[in-house]
């Protein structure tokens, strides 16, 4: 499975982003190879239609779930509609680190 | 692009592929009815919302609603007239997938697969609660 997880820098000690579209980073985890990628988010700034924009990019990165803080209201339709799950953080401080350590001892 | 204008909401895919006649003699032939035509069914006449509602579910105009729900009930009316099978495929749709609760590493989730036994995203538990 590949996570994109929202990242406020590129590292792994970072916190979890809030905004989804326009979050800094993505940390791109791969749980099969463990392989750890911090990708900047070139459409954090653009005025209109980050969001679907930056759901372009990461679904042609076969990304299967993202994870962050938060999601704009419009975001869901789009990635039900490219079968790719949502997870929401509760606590904004977790660390990439953190989140990685759950997936990590996920059973399957 | 992510998806047309034109998708259709659908709440969850029909729990089986359709429908066989009994008895009949063309076993073979069947009338399609897409999954839109199919939400529309279910929303009219078997939840019993009205057009207005069902519409809004769909996230399509009162028109299109109304269009779509005629196609669907001749298409039924059809397969019980002249004996033919009923095949649930295709259409312009995208799945609502439900939210849940995670119980061990505390996060929200949809379940965004489908199954029928979800499990946390992130943390693979089964311990989680849907929420709406
Ligand atoms: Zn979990």
Known sequence: ??????????????HCDIHFARASFFAIYDNQSKEIKFIENEFRNIPERAG????KFL???KTNVIVSTEFGEKIKNILDSE??????INDNKTTIKKII???ENKKE | MARPKNLRKIENPPQIKGYQQVGGK??????????????SIKLCDHLSLTQEEAAIKMGVSRPTLTRVYSTA??????????????????????????????GNCNSLFNNYMHLSKPMCSLCGSLSITPIN
Do not use: H
């Open chain 1, 1 to 14: 499975m590949k996570y994109a997880i929202t990242a406020k820098r590129d590292n792994i000690n970072s």
């Open chain 1, 52 to 55: 679907p924009s930056v759901v």
């Open chain 1, 59 to 61: 679904s042609s990165l």
């Open chain 1, 83 to 88: 079968k790719i799950g949502m997870v929401i």
């Open chain 1, 101 to 103: 350590e759950i997936i």
């Open chain 2, 26 to 39: 063309n076993t073979q032939d069947a009338v399609i009815i897409n999954l839109e035509e199919y939400e």
């Open chain 2, 73 to 102: 009930r001749k298409k039924v009316a059809e397969a019980f007239v002249l004996g033919k099978n009923i095949v649930f495929e295709g259409g312009k749709v995208y799945f609502d997938s439900d939210w849940y609760k995670c």
